[in-house]
């Protein structure tokens, strides 16, 4: 599911969000100038070891001298449950479609669609009424529900970041409604490793990558959700020490992951990711509770399961760009990094006009006079 890295993009280039975004930034670039966010210099560099044990083990897809391809996204395995739902309003579709038909067919038969009399004008009339409904659910549904349905269903099955070692780049594979391709620099990248945290107050989470706006350009802000989700902090800073080791010192200094992950969507790897749900109780040593729950919960977690599944099998194998599978080969050109110009441009921030302080009408003299005269009567005559 993309719903967050949706909504990441969708608040930046919306024109209803866009303009509180950028006016958020601006402030932030300003209280980050006058020194406000200090604790941010002592995030981990690309030349700062965190970590003695590198290791990324469950998120690896490829793993070469020239670039690694690593598993993104925030919560990829959490798909199934809109996919169930398109399932659902496709049947629903499907079924309005045949009674449609069914009841328009008095206009070829001239007979009532189930039974053998001859049609009436109300048959007629409730033909095109059914055909009318059908057509409205096909607009709503093409019209607003594909917007919740690509966020699993007709979409790249998996989103992906990949390091080149060799051009000192970063390509990050996502949907088009979330960013698209993108080119970046290796050294303009800000890391969240979680260093120096708890090793239980970060499990779930994961690796976040992220490259601030450079006005012009590069007027977004791009944020990756890399690796599998952690059992712990140690997860977290050892996957990132893992990263910046391959592409700092080169691959010989990092221990050759055991094994890759597949794309291949096997049946099995979706009852996994439903049972995933349990592996913080199961880390905490409730073994037998979560036993029951998943024997209660057993339905539910098979259809799930089934979504997941499905889910995967109606979307496809993301592909890179010519240019950067063969980008760091001899000969071979270096991708130009993402500008402003591969986006539609941001809408515009229009000035907020001040309101002009009313000014306080001044009487004429010979008025101001009138009243001041009652006043001192009055005073004189206590």
Excluded at 181 to 209: F, P, Y
Aim: hydrophobic share 45%.
């Amino acid at each position: 599911m993309y719903w967050l890295e949706w909504m990441l993009w969708h608040i930046q280039t919306s024109p209803f969000e866009s303009v509180n975004w950028q006016e958020k930034q601006k402030k932030y670039m300003r209280a980050k100038r006058a020194g406000r966010y200090k604790h941010e210099d002592s995030l981990p560099g690309i030349k700062d070891r965190v970590s003695e044990v590198p290791k990324a083990e469950g998120s690896i897809y490829s793993f070469n001298d020239t670039f690694m391809d690593v598993a993104a996204g925030e919560s990829q395995e959490r798909r199934g449950v809109v996919a169930c739902v398109f399932l659902a309003i496709a049947y629903s579709l499907f079924e309005i479609s045949c009674f449609a038909i069914l009841a328009n067919s008095v206009w070829f038969t001239g007979r009532h669609p189930t039974l053998t009399i001859p049609a009436t004008a109300s048959d007629f009339a409730s033909g095109m009424f059914i055909a009318l409904l059908a057509t409205l659910a096909f607009y709503l549904v093409f019209r607003y529900a594909r917007i919740l349905f690509r966020l699993e269903v007709f979409v790249q099955r998996r989103m992906m970041i990949r390091f080149n070692r060799i051009t000192r780049q970063v390509y990050l594979h996502r949907p088009r409604f979330a960013g698209g391709i993108t080119v970046l620099d290796w050294e303009q990248v800000t890391v969240d490793a979680a260093v120096g945290g708890d090793e239980g107050s970060n499990a779930g989470r994961k690796l976040i990558l992220f490259w601030e706006p450079k006005m012009p350009d590069l007027p977004h802000l791009h944020i990756a959700f890399v690796g599998k989700r952690a059992d712990g902090t140690s997860d977290i800073v050892n996957l990132w020490e893992f990263i910046r080791r391959y592409m700092e010192e080169g691959p010989q200094s990092v221990p050759a992951p055991k094994k890759l992950l597949g794309k291949v969507p096997w049946p099995w790897l979706s009852v996994m990711a439903s049972l995933s749900f349990f592996k913080p109780l199961w880390r905490a040593g409730l073994h037998w509770q979560v036993a029951c729950i998943v024997a209660l919960a057993s339905p539910a977690l098979a259809l799930h399961s089934l979504g997941h599944w499905i889910s995967l099998l109606l979307c496809w194998e993301p592909r890179w760009p010519r240019i950067i599978r063969e980008a760091g080969l001899p000969g071979k050109p270096v991708p130009p990094l993402s500008t402003a110009a591969d986006w539609p441009p941001l809408p515009k921030v229009e000035p907020k006009e001040k309101k002009s302080r009313r000014a306080r009408k001044l009487l004429p003299v010979d008025a101001q006079l009138d009243e001041i005269e009652p006043d001192t009567q009055h005073q004189e005559s206590k």
